[in-house]
């Protein structure tokens, strides 16, 4: 077995390779050219296996490595870098290590994706940028109408009877012209979201237990529910609901040293698409019955917007129970006779209730 450790970049890749015993065999860096790249990997024969660290970029390279080894390895960077902990760095440094921590099967791995879920994904991916972008250009002309003044009654302002309306106030010549060129963009970017959903749409999706079991979530419909599966792909490679929690990027950050503890923002090394998500269906799911205590109860002490990540996280948890069970959601029955294990999803305790805390409900 060899191991080659791939150091990418944008415009050239370092690699190193070692055979069993740790030898090295060569170190080269080659330009990012499909066929150049296979020149040198088919110098060596017999079985192959490569690493390569999760890049901006790493889509294409792992897609032609899998074509050319036997096994090919996605490793975390920031993991890698904890565990070589290099006093120097270099590319020749990194693919050396690379191809070392391989060896000796310490790499520590992120999932790869079959390629077709990868193509919906991006897909969907594409959508949740484009509803990013309208929302901004939507917030650009609330900015407009707050600098003249101006309050509006509508509940939605970019409907056709608010479109009118906005195209009908008397502004200043520079606002008009802004204005009307942001009502335009919203309407073709709109028109951009029809399109990319119906080609999501015309593709094999999997219509599984999973996806309904997704939909029957407050805040969640069928794309939101596709989003998250294939974000998940399969919540097997989840250890724990924590693990689940912190990949969503909805754990806080903490920081320990003896008895003094520190809880910051938000982990910055998460899956950012699925965090959108549960957070855009935390708006809704505040207001279910099954979700609204966890809000309220944060909003007396945090506020609203920390209330709202309270809610995505305890639907992150459900998600993860729901998904790992096979479960249906259990929100739907009535919350107030029926109670559950504080993790949000877990098995159901009998309904009872001792003489002194029903005394204590009674006064």
Same mark, same amino acid.
């Not at 929690?245 to 938000?266: C, D, F, I, M, N």
């Given at each position: 077995?060899?191991?080659?450790?791939?150091?990418?970049?944008?415009?050239?890749?370092?690699?190193?390779?070692?055979?069993?015993?740790?030898?090295?065999?060569? $170190?080269?860096? @080659?330009?990012?050219? !499909?066929?150049?790249?296979? $020149?040198? +990997?088919?110098?060596?024969?017999?079985? =192959?296996?490569?690493? +390569?660290?999760?890049?901006?970029?790493?889509?294409?390279?792992?897609?032609?490595?899998?074509?050319?080894?036997?096994?090919?390895?996605? &490793?975390? !960077?920031? *993991?890698?870098?904890?565990?070589?902990?290099?006093?120097? =760095?270099?590319?020749?440094?990194?693919?050396s290590g690379l191809a070392e921590?391989?060896? @000796?099967?310490?790499? #520590?791995? +992120?999932?790869?994706? #079959?390629?077709?879920?990868?193509?919906?994904?991006?897909?969907?991916?594409?959508?949740?940028?484009?509803?990013?972008? /309208?929302?901004?250009? =939507?917030?650009?002309?609330?900015?407009?109408?707050?600098?003249?003044?101006?309050?509006?009654?509508?509940?939605?302002?970019?409907?056709?009877?608010?479109?009118?309306?906005?195209?009908?106030?008397?502004?200043?010549?520079?606002?008009?012209?802004?204005?009307?060129?942001?009502?335009?963009?919203?309407?073709?970017?709109?028109?951009?979201?029809?399109? @990319?959903?119906?080609?999501?749409?015309? =593709?094999?999706?999997?219509?599984?237990?999973?996806?309904?079991?997704?939909?029957?979530?407050?805040?969640?419909?069928?794309?939101?529910?596709?989003?998250?599966?294939y974000e998940i792909v399969t919540?097997?490679?989840?250890?724990?609901?924590?693990?689940? +929690?912190?990949?969503?990027?909805?754990? !806080?950050?903490?920081? $320990?040293?003896?008895?003094?503890?520190?809880?910051?923002?938000?982990?910055?090394?998460?899956?950012?698409?699925?965090?959108?998500?549960?957070?855009?269906a935390a708006q809704h799911a505040?207001?279910? #019955?099954?979700? /609204?205590?966890?809000?309220? /109860?944060?909003?007396? /002490?945090?506020? *609203?917007?920390?209330?709202?990540?309270?809610? &995505?996280? *305890?639907?992150?948890? @459900?998600?993860?129970?729901?998904?790992?069970? *096979?479960?249906?959601?259990?929100?739907?029955?009535?919350?107030?006779?029926?109670?559950?294990?504080?993790?949000?999803?877990? #098995?159901?305790?009998?309904?009872?209730?001792?003489?002194?805390?029903?005394?204590?409900?009674?006064?």
């Open positions: 077995m060899l191991y080659f450790g791939c150091d990418l970049h944008k415009k050239s890749t370092t690699f190193t390779v070692k055979d069993e015993s740790g030898k090295k065999l060569s $170190q080269e860096k @080659v330009v990012n050219i !499909p066929h150049e790249i296979k $020149q040198y +990997v088919n110098r060596f024969p017999g079985e =192959k296996t490569a690493t +390569v660290e999760a890049t901006f970029n790493w889509f294409w390279f792992v897609d032609l490595m899998e074509d050319l080894t036997e096994k090919t390895i996605l &490793a975390h !960077p920031g *993991k890698t870098k904890a565990i070589l902990q290099a006093r120097a =760095k270099t590319d020749k440094i990194d693919s921590l391989t060896r @000796v099967n310490l790499i #520590p791995r +992120v999932h790869i994706p #079959p390629k077709e879920i990868r193509d919906i994904r991006e897909l969907l991916r594409y959508r949740t940028g484009l509803v990013r972008y /309208r929302t901004s250009v =939507k917030n650009k002309t609330h900015s407009i109408l707050h600098k003249n003044g101006i309050l509006n009654t509508f509940s939605d302002l970019f409907s056709e009877k608010g479109k009118q309306w906005l195209c009908e106030i008397p502004l200043r010549p520079c606002y008009k012209y802004i204005l009307s060129a942001y009502i335009d963009l919203i309407q073709f970017i709109n028109n951009l979201i029809s399109q @990319v959903e119906k080609e999501i749409y015309s =593709k094999p999706l999997k219509h599984d237990k999973e996806i309904m079991l997704l939909r029957e979530l407050p805040g969640i419909g069928e794309l939101f529910a596709f989003h998250i599966k919540i097997d490679r989840f250890y724990g609901d924590k693990h689940f +929690v912190s990949y969503a990027g909805l754990a !806080p950050s903490t920081k $320990q040293s003896a008895e003094l503890t520190r809880h910051g923002g938000l982990i910055p090394q998460c899956n950012h698409w699925l965090k959108w998500v549960l957070i855009e505040r207001r279910h #019955p099954w979700f /609204r205590p966890t809000y309220e /109860r944060v909003l007396l /002490r945090h506020g *609203k917007n920390i209330a709202k990540i309270a809610v &995505a996280r *305890k639907l992150a948890r @459900v998600i993860y129970f729901m998904l790992s069970r *096979k479960e249906k959601f259990r929100g739907h029955k009535e919350t107030s006779t029926k109670r559950v294990s504080p993790r949000g999803h877990g #098995p159901q305790r009998p309904n009872s209730l001792n003489e002194s805390t029903v005394t204590r409900a009674n006064r």
